[in-house]
């Protein structure tokens, strides 16, 4: 598959928490931040010894999960430590298909509570 290509608002920070499989099998994200979804929280938190330099308090992210629901989930738990966090509706599939995100704000559902502990469990 070929890189999508996408556009994010002003001043956001695209960030690609598919696992490196997914983006082999589905194409990259030029431009954006490759991470690892269980790593996230190290390093988009501010003050963290392993945040990005680009991870101060006026960073704007955006992640993008395959589908969508990750990525909102992770973006709810950034939100919730003070990180401005938001995630695009529908995923890199959405992209793919040339539908035109939205920046997600949804919260996590149940099938997701196993990302969530990976990433509660990177907080402390």
Same mark, same amino acid.
């Given at each position: 598959?070929?890189?999508?290509?996408?556009?994010?608002?002003?001043?956001?920070?695209?960030?690609?928490?598919?696992?490196?499989?997914?983006?082999?099998?589905?194409?990259? =994200?030029?431009?954006?931040?490759?991470?690892? /979804? $269980? *790593?996230? %929280?190290? #390093? @988009?938190?501010?003050?963290?010894?392993?945040?990005?330099?680009?991870?101060?308090?006026?960073?704007?992210?955006? =992640?993008?999960?395959?589908?969508?629901?990750? /990525? $909102? *989930?992770? %973006?709810? #738990? @950034?939100?919730?430590?003070?990180?401005?966090?938001?995630?695009?509706?529908?995923?890199?599939?959405?992209?793919? =298909?040339?539908?035109?995100?939205?920046?997600?704000? $949804?919260?996590?559902?149940?099938?997701?509570?196993?990302?969530?502990?990976?990433?509660?469990?990177?907080?402390?």
């Amino acid at each position: 598959m070929h890189p999508v290509h996408f556009t994010p608002a002003a001043g956001q920070i695209v960030v690609d928490v598919r696992d490196q499989s997914e983006r082999n099998r589905d194409g990259i =994200l030029p431009g954006a931040v490759a991470l690892d /979804a $269980a *790593a996230v %929280a190290a #390093r @988009l938190v501010p003050g963290l010894p392993t945040s990005l330099a680009a991870a101060g308090p006026d960073a704007q992210w955006l =992640l993008v999960s395959g589908n969508g629901a990750t /990525a $909102a *989930a992770i %973006a709810t #738990r @950034l939100r919730d430590r003070g990180v401005q966090a938001s995630s695009v509706d529908g995923g890199f599939r959405a992209l793919a =298909l040339g539908i035109a995100p939205g920046a997600g704000r $949804a919260g996590a559902s149940e099938s997701y509570e196993r990302t969530l502990a990976q990433f509660a469990a990177h907080e402390a």
